[in-house]
């Protein structure tokens, strides 16, 4: 269901889009937290493990403000599940902070999450400017997610080292 604030905010951010600042103006949609998060993971911007049966991915984007202007410092706490479907409660597996650079921008390397328990593939994230409250949300996969917002899906390639992943927050 797309909500009415949804579409106007969408709409609000075409003239962004059409100069190439997808989705400035429109703020990224909070999305459930769910169970499995856990605090004091460390900075860390490779989650890849070798024995993981699940394919690589590359995620990287900017974080940038309503009136498009790049964040630098932003922390970026992702967590998801592992091969089996499984998050890590024991440790950090799968969970790591990554921050963006002096243009904004971030970068984290994984193995593909699988759905689970009748969800779509999705990663968890925390966005937090220093002194401001987290964004709580999730991106989704293309093609695969037809519950969640449209906003929240990135944009995905394939290419031969894996999967190259982008998304571009808006705070
Ligand atoms: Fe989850």
């Not at 609000?12 to 429109?26: K, M, S």
């Not at 998060?37 to 493990?49: C, D, H, M, P, T």
């Not at 499984?86 to 593909?112: C, F, H, K, S, W």
Request: charged share 25%; net charge positive.
């Amino acid at each position: 269901m797309i909500s009415r604030r949804y579409l106007l905010t969408a709409a609000l951010a075409l003239p962004f889009a059409a100069r190439g600042q997808e989705r400035c103006g429109a703020p990224t949609p909070a999305d459930v937290e769910g169970p499995f998060y856990k605090a004091g993971a460390s900075l860390r911007g490779n989650f890849i493990e070798a024995a993981s049966a699940a394919e690589k991915m590359v995620l990287t984007g900017d974080v940038r403000s309503a009136d498009c202007k790049p964040l630098a410092n932003v922390s970026l706490d992702f967590w998801h599940a592992d091969d089996k479907g499984e998050y890590d409660q024991a440790g950090y597996r799968y969970r790591g902070i990554v921050t963006t650079d002096a243009l904004g921008r971030y970068r984290l390397e994984t193995n593909m999450p699988p759905p689970y328990a009748g969800r779509p593939r999705h990663i968890h994230v925390k966005v937090q400017r220093i002194g401001a409250p987290a964004l709580t949300t999730q991106l989704y996969f293309p093609g695969e997610a037809r519950d969640a917002p449209r906003a929240l899906v990135m944009k995905m390639e394939r290419r031969l080292e894996g999967r190259f992943a982008m998304y571009d927050f808006v705070l």
